[in-house]
């Protein structure tokens, strides 16, 4: 590996296809020199940088070596497979895509069992009546184990499943599921219902940094672009620019702007003529122009923004605190 | 570190290892060697999926899970239990490795120990397991160590007699291993049930005051009418008989303080065996519960005890001491170093008359025993 800057991404599936989008958006454009079908990559105009493509389990297991500087994956699958995962890596940004819940899911025909003191008092009879632990399928063995042993839960048995979780309570092998569910549409349509306290985790996909990656100086460079454009285009989302010139533009209206709307003033005050550019969230917008004209703007122009790069950089900042051990 | 540097592993247990082995054959104990390499169902479905991330499992080709020997009271018994001598009384010792991952050691250490099965003279068999524990810190220079003993027998009897709803009995003794979940037991047994707020609650309510048989045939026709068999390997009159059981769970919510206090009072019996004996029999005097036949078991065992010449005052006993297993069900002992030179047990084991039918044996078979940790003992000697 010639590049001192490894980024994971998943090589196939919905999340693939997000991750790309999501790269360019941000002005990071992932080129395969060799062919769609090839597993390394790179990153178009940007020297030094490599994206493997991988499954989504390697892309753990490599993150948790730190074999990788990034990856690209879902926050279920770090959990899980990681043990004691925030030694190892840090979340840097959750992305918005990929969502998908952790649940514990039992027979909708269980309508004693509706939150998890119920499911550890069920387990405890079941054990008692049928001499056997209650079987739960799952493949998140570790989030399970963990999750019901801080509910207290001890009589039961995990069956490791590879895939159609949701069907081993029909079929026989178990009696109730630990699986991911995005709507719960699955799950209702094998008569399997979420228990009251029963999510584990609310996972969605995430940019994750390897805190044991070899974090030299090309690498940090390579992560202070990667990360300030995909900073600049988080910012850009969260944000519209608003622009208006009028005289009556003062500190107490865009104190009143800030307090109401979470206005920001990128460039600071209105000039003398009263010019001025706001940054507002997207639903505030219309808000915010009515208040402006009331105080007697004629015009408030709303366009949507591309890039706003900041002097500070967010996520490169808790990247840095997540590779600088601390002091002694 | 616990472990000295001086001592080889399996091929070569130290010699005061043998010696011990040898000690414990001539106490009449059958020496046996089970297989390394064992499935795992057993350990999974015995000790709780907890134990899962201690193992080290491997797979066959055909899927089976096999593991590495966390312990050797399974595998013992699960000899026991396919040989020809199965339901008679037999003792076996043993002396091996085994393998459990730990974040402060390796992940191979040895064990020594007895596993006792079939014997009737449960006091007698139980007084010789501690007795024969002290030999074992004895051999290493340690004539007198801790001594913590419990009885989970105790326990399970004050609450089988306690007029309690059938679910929070069994989830008292299941806790009881766990300790922070006991105490956290005990405060939700005075406050409201969170089944409470449920969509269901009127139901129950209403269902709470009608004959019982007629509740749990409308509940089970409902389960019917929906189509609803056996889900989930529950069957529907499962289901409906701990559906109804809440109903009379959610009218107990104002439980009364003193059910609490006496488990209190209970759990804060501690002693030396003579004293917390007069005092358990002072409590079920007064708080009106049978303990007589636990408790004739207790003081049968402290005269075992004397009589082998163990120094009963030395005990220390707890009504509240368990093991954090689930298969022990009665009495339970743990040897310490006194000036804690090393942590945790040196000795440890209990009796564990369950262990054998879960096993798959037919009959019930009474079973007691104990494991000693070779390297803990070892390097009590080591330092100065």
């Known amino acids: ?328 | 570190m616990t472990t000295a540097g001086t001592i080889a592993k399996s091929g070569a247990p130290d010699p005061r290892a043998d010696a011990l082995l040898a000690a414990f054959e001539r106490s009449g104990y059958t020496c046996v060697a089970p297989s390394i390499l064992q499935p795992a169902e057993p350990f999974l479905d015995l000790s709780g999926e907890d134990i899962r991330k201690r193992m080290y499992l491997t797979a066959d080709p055909q899927g089976r899970e096999l593991c590495l020997r966390p312990d050797l009271t399974i595998p013992v018994s699960r000899d026991y239990l396919a040989s020809s001598a199965a339901g008679t009384a037999q003792g076996f010792c043993y002396l091996g490795p085994v393998f459990r991952y730990r974040d402060d050691g390796p992940g191979e250490f040895l064990q020594a120990g007895i596993e006792s099965f079939g014997r009737a003279d449960t006091a007698a068999a139980d007084a010789e397991m501690l007795a024969l524990g002290l030999e074992a810190t004895a051999h290493y220079g340690l004539a007198t160590p801790d001594i913590r003993i419990g009885d989970v027998a105790l326990f399970s009897a004050l609450v089988s007699a306690l007029d309690l709803a059938p679910a929070w009995k069994r989830r008292l003794i299941k806790d009881f291993n766990h300790k922070s979940s006991l105490a956290h037991d005990l405060d939700r047994l005075t406050i409201t049930p969170s089944r409470a707020g449920s969509e269901y609650q009127g139901v129950l309510a209403a269902l709470e005051r009608s004959d019982p048989k007629a509740a749990h045939a409308l509940v089970t026709d409902l389960l019917s009418i929906a189509g609803i068999t056996a889900v989930g390997g529950r069957s529907v009159g499962e289901i409906a008989d701990r559906f109804l059981e809440q109903a009379a769970l959610g009218a107990q919510t104002s439980l009364p303080k003193e059910m609490r206090a006496l488990i209190e009072r209970f759990l804060a019996i501690s002693g030396d065996p003579d004293e917390a004996a007069a005092e358990l029999r002072a409590f079920a005097r007064d708080a009106k519960v049978a303990l007589d036949a636990a408790l004739d078991l207790f003081e049968s065992r402290t005269g075992f005890l004397a009589a082998r010449g163990v120094d009963v005052s030395r005990i220390r006993f707890s009504t509240a001491f368990g093991r954090g297993l689930d298969y022990y069900t009665g009495y339970v002992f743990e040897l310490h170093d006194p000036s804690a030179r090393v942590m945790g047990q040196l000795v440890a084991g209990g009796r564990y008359d369950g262990l054998l039918t879960r096993l798959g044996s037919t009959r019930s078979i009474p079973a007691v025993g104990f494991a000693v940790w070779i390297e803990r003992l070892a390097s009590l000697g080591a330092r100065p």
């Open chain 1, 1 to 328: 590996m010639s590049a001192s800057f490894v980024i994971a991404v998943p090589a196939k599936g919905r999340l693939q296809e997000n991750a790309e989008s999501f790269f360019a958006r941000a002005g990071l454009e992932l080129v395969k020199p060799r062919g769609a079908r090839d597993y390394r990559g790179t990153v178009a105009d940007l020297h030094g940088i490599e994206v493997a493509y991988l499954s989504a389990s390697e892309i753990v297991d490599l993150l948790a070596q730190g074999a990788v500087h990034l990856g690209l994956t879902g926050e279920d699958l770090v959990r899980e497979k990681i043990a004691n995962a925030d030694a190892h890596v840090a979340f840097i940004d959750a992305l918005g895509f990929g969502h998908a819940n952790v649940v514990v899911a039992v027979p909708q025909a269980w309508i004693d069992v509706l939150n998890m003191a119920d499911l550890d008092d069920v387990a405890t009879a079941f054990r008692l009546k049928h001499e056997r632990k209650m079987r739960v399928a799952t493949k998140y063995v570790n989030l399970t184990r963990n999750f019901f042993s801080a509910h207290g839960i001890t009589d039961y048995r995990i069956v490791e499943s590879a895939g159609a979780t949701e069907g081993a309570p029909a079929a026989g092998t178990a009696e109730l599921v630990v699986d991911i569910t995005t709507t719960g549409s699955t799950l209702t349509a094998n008569a399997l219902k979420v228990i009251e306290d029963g999510v584990i985790l609310r996972s969605q996909a995430n940019l994750v940094a390897a805190r044991r990656a070899h974090w030299n100086a090309a690498a940090r460079d390579c992560a202070r672009i990667v990360l300030d454009r995909i900073a600049a285009q988080n910012r850009a989302r969260a944000f519209r620019e608003v622009r208006a010139r009028f005289a009556g533009c003062d500190d107490a209206l865009l104190g009143e702007a800030k307090r109401r709307f979470g206005v920001e003033t990128p460039f600071g005050g209105p000039t003398s003529s009263g010019m001025i550019t706001l940054h507002c969230p997207p639903q505030q917008v219309h808000a915010l122009a009515s208040l402006l004209r009331d105080n007697g703007a004629e015009n408030v122009a709303v366009a949507k923004l591309d890039y706003v790069f900041s002097r500070t950089n967010p996520l490169f900042a808790k990247l840095e605190a997540a590779i600088t051990p601390p002091a002694a």
